[in-house]
């Protein structure tokens, strides 16, 4: 089929993509050409002598190439090709990465213990068919059909994806849509997963294979005074159960065998008025369906107990260690690293410590403590606080006891929820530290004399499409933590007078020291 078709008799070029066909000064002109080209079908006048003929790949390719007119029940108007091999040549070959994709969709089906084929003709109805890039049969009768969508496709991209998705899973194929255009993921007519643009080797061979795109994890959660998130219904805290899905990778590899056997499904969320379509695991699938049926019980992720307000995990960077130094009763300091002795948390007692009037300054205990045992002597700013098993290491945080030990209580949810933004902003400002000066390709240039000592500013080759999402993610972080922080309902019993003076207070209380670099050298 062609969408540019020349007719020899009236020498009009006539475009099937327009409504007039290109030609506003005649009314009405295909349906004059096409009942003109079925009555010569009628009276048996060969398709050569009717006066069509493409004018697109085959004109530009010196080939002669006949054709008929045809409108689908759809109104979708065509120009077909009387011989087939003309309609081949309007195919685009098939490009090194596509292959490169097929073989590596193939291997690791047959790594998991299943079957595939390429090119797949699957038929529908009488006449026509459906034709899958790759078909793998997976567990209890399943079968996925992959198709690969790459950088060479066009740019923008296939207009039925929808329709053919629609047709795979009608004859009981699951589509599986990929890429390596970040348009091409971004569109929600289909589930699409989404790899980086690499070439044919490295995509054939053997190493990890990632996918960045297309891949969810549910976050499932009640809108009570603990949500960390924004209600999605625009209220305040509704007291509901939600989900939000948030971005993971997977490997594809992993992808192709876990689809196949069934523990990674499509699933359509509906955020908004817009359906967003993705993959997520079935375990969480299951959860979702019980959600919006409304019969899902959520846990509180952490447990209901008020008569103990510490964590039972170790602290990580906040000191809970009581105001005078000394490890609580019950608690064994040999059994500790010198770290976790300084900060050790206090275990529930029968009866509540009452420090009783302290001065602003703390003193030493007035029994000199064991060795081994907080407040040994060692100075409290030696006190370095175990570095976090999520946080990196380059950009871990030390916080100073003297401000932590005479601030006002706080909540411990809020103190971790400000503790959070803290290594969220860190780490955002350590990632954008290392990126290009610019977001988009710019040369660079020379100072000049009299700036000489700064240096010429180089090239910058612009952000990649992976950074620009990692950015984008990092601020959402941001974005939702503040909100959490500033909703929480602490604020609401602080007097109106000193509500600036205790937000900052949360600030310090929970803020990383900045490093001595003279004590350091």
């Known amino acids: 089929m062609a969408n540019i078709v020349w007719h020899t008799t009236y020498r009009l070029l006539l475009d099937l993509k327009q409504e007039d066909l290109g030609h506003e000064n005649f009314d009405d002109l295909w349906n004059f050409l096409y009942k003109a080209d079925r009555m010569a079908a009628q009276r048996n006048v060969p398709v050569s002598e009717r006066g069509l003929q493409c004018g697109g790949v085959c004109k530009d390719a010196g080939v002669v190439a006949w054709m008929y007119l045809r409108q689908q029940a759809n109104g979708r108007r065509e120009a077909v090709h009387e011989r087939k091999e003309d309609e081949e040549r309007h195919k685009a070959p098939v490009s090194d990465e596509h292959k490169a994709y097929q073989e590596r969709i193939l291997r690791a089906a047959e790594e998991g213990g299943f079957h595939g084929d390429c090119e797949v003709r699957t038929p529908v109805g009488r006449s026509s068919f459906i034709q899958t890039d790759t078909l793998i049969e997976g567990e209890g009768g399943r079968r996925i059909g992959w198709e690969v969508q790459l950088s060479s496709a066009g740019f923008d991209g296939p207009a039925s994806v929808k329709?053919?998705?629609?047709?795979?899973?009608?004859?009981?194929?699951?589509?599986?849509?990929?890429?390596?255009?970040?348009?091409?993921?971004?569109?929600?007519?289909?589930?699409?997963?989404?790899?980086?643009?690499?070439?044919?080797?490295?995509i054939a061979k053997i190493g990890d294979l990632r996918v960045i795109s297309g891949y969810r994890a549910l976050d499932f959660w009640v809108c009570d005074l603990r949500a960390v998130y924004p209600c999605p219904d625009g209220v305040r805290r509704c007291g509901k159960p939600h989900v939000t899905p948030k971005p993971r990778d997977v490997l594809?590899?992993?992808?192709?065998?876990?689809?196949?056997?069934?523990?990674?499904?499509?699933?359509?969320?509906?955020?908004?008025?817009?359906?967003?379509?993705?993959w997520v695991?079935?375990?969480?699938?299951?959860?979702?369906?019980?959600l919006q049926a409304g019969v899902i019980i959520l846990?509180?992720?952490q447990p209901d107990d008020s008569s103990s307000k510490t964590s039972p995990n170790l602290p990580t960077c906040r000191p809970t260690a009581s105001l005078d130094g000394s490890v609580p009763a019950g608690s064994d300091?040999?059994?500790?690293?010198?770290?976790?002795?300084?900060f050790a948390p206090a275990p529930p007692q029968a009866e509540a410590f009452d420090p009783g009037p302290q001065p602003p300054s703390l003193s030493a205990p007035s029994s000199p403590p064991t060795p081994g045992e907080a407040g040994s002597g060692e100075p409290e700013s030696e006190q370095v606080t175990p570095p976090?098993?999520?946080?990196?290491?380059?950009?871990?945080?030390?916080?100073?006891?003297?401000?932590?030990?005479?601030?006002?209580?706080?909540?411990?949810d809020l103190l971790q929820l400000q503790e959070r933004l803290h290594r969220a902003h860190a780490e955002h400002r350590a990632y954008l530290a290392e990126l290009p000066w610019s977001v988009e390709p710019m040369a660079g240039w020379a100072r000049g004399e009299r700036f000489s000592h700064r240096g010429d500013v180089p090239d910058s080759p612009g952000w990649s499409d992976e950074q620009k999402e990692t950015v984008d993610r990092m601020r959402a972080e941001l974005r939702d933590l503040?909100?959490?922080?500033?909703?929480?309902?602490?604020?609401?019993?602080?007097?109106?007078e000193g509500l600036v003076d205790a937000r900052m207070q949360l600030k310090k209380q929970t803020r990383p020291v900045e490093p001595d670099v003279t004590e350091a050298a």
Request: no cysteine.
């Open 388 to 412: 976090s098993a999520d946080f990196p290491t380059e950009i871990e945080q030390v916080y100073d006891p003297s401000v932590t030990t005479t601030a006002p209580a706080f909540p411990d």
């Open 163 to 202: 329709s053919r998705a629609a047709k795979a899973a009608k004859r009981g194929i699951t589509p599986a849509w990929h890429t390596d255009r970040a348009d091409y993921a971004r569109r929600s007519d289909t589930q699409w997963t989404r790899s980086n643009n690499l070439p044919a080797h490295v």
């Open 299 to 301: 846990h509180p992720t």
């Open 252 to 278: 594809f590899d992993d992808l192709v065998r876990r689809t196949a056997a069934g523990t990674i499904v499509p699933v359509e969320y509906l955020r908004g008025t817009k359906v967003d379509r993705f």
């Open 333 to 342: 300091a040999t059994d500790l690293i010198p770290e976790q002795r300084a």
């Open 482 to 496: 503040s909100i959490a922080v500033v909703d929480h309902p602490h604020w609401a019993t602080v007097p109106r």
């Open 281 to 290: 695991t079935d375990a969480d699938r299951d959860r979702l369906t019980d």
